[in-house]
């Protein structure tokens, strides 16, 4: 009995909806999930408002070191870039850039980043575009 009662309910104009002739059914994502227009729309400048703080500049990298790699690898050469030991920078943070800017796979082993590829050149070309100024390569 009570299916009938609720097939034969009709809809009408109600809070977060409205119904018209001209107009397709308008429900907002809100209303959806119980959280009043004014209220949500109250968040939306407040969060417009904040400022955003600037991300922090990575810290200057003064020399890297470049080498070459195979064993150990199953065959396939890698690009090891170490860094020196009192580089205070985020290594995963410039491992994703270096991923990013040459297009290549990256990670991180005790400390230093190890490239996919025999990329030394690109790699070296990279850090001189970022202003290192000392580059050492060794196969």
Same mark, same amino acid.
């Given at each position: 009995?009570?299916?009938?009662?609720?097939?034969?309910?009709?809809?009408?104009?109600?809070?977060?909806?409205?119904?018209?002739?001209?107009?397709?059914?308008?429900?907002?994502?809100?209303?959806?999930?119980?959280?009043?227009?004014?209220?949500?729309?109250?968040?939306?400048?407040?969060?417009?408002?904040?400022?955003?703080?600037?991300?922090?500049?990575?810290?200057?990298?003064?020399?890297?070191?470049?080498?070459?790699?195979?064993?150990?690898?199953?065959?396939?050469?890698?690009?090891?870039?170490?860094?020196?030991? *009192?580089?205070?920078? *985020?290594?995963?943070?410039?491992?994703?850039?270096?991923?990013?800017?040459?297009?290549?796979?990256?990670?991180?082993?005790?400390?230093? =980043?190890?490239?996919?590829? *025999?990329?030394? *050149?690109?790699?070296?070309?990279?850090?001189?575009?970022?202003?290192?100024?000392? =580059?050492?390569?060794?196969?």
């Amino acid at each position: 009995m009570q299916n009938k009662n609720r097939k034969n309910k009709k809809l009408t104009e109600g809070e977060g909806f409205t119904l018209a002739q001209e107009q397709p059914l308008g429900l907002s994502i809100g209303a959806l999930l119980g959280v009043p227009q004014k209220e949500a729309k109250a968040k939306n400048a407040e969060k417009k408002a904040e400022p955003q703080a600037a991300p922090a500049a990575p810290p200057k990298i003064s020399k890297v070191a470049l080498q070459r790699q195979r064993a150990g690898r199953g065959g396939k050469t890698v690009t090891l870039v170490i860094l020196p030991q *009192d580089y205070k920078g *985020d290594t995963a943070a410039l491992a994703k850039e270096l991923r990013k800017g040459l297009g290549c796979g990256s990670t991180i082993e005790d400390g230093n =980043i190890v490239l996919q590829g *025999d990329i030394a *050149d690109r790699a070296e070309a990279w850090f001189a575009k970022k202003g290192v100024t000392k =580059i050492t390569k060794s196969a």
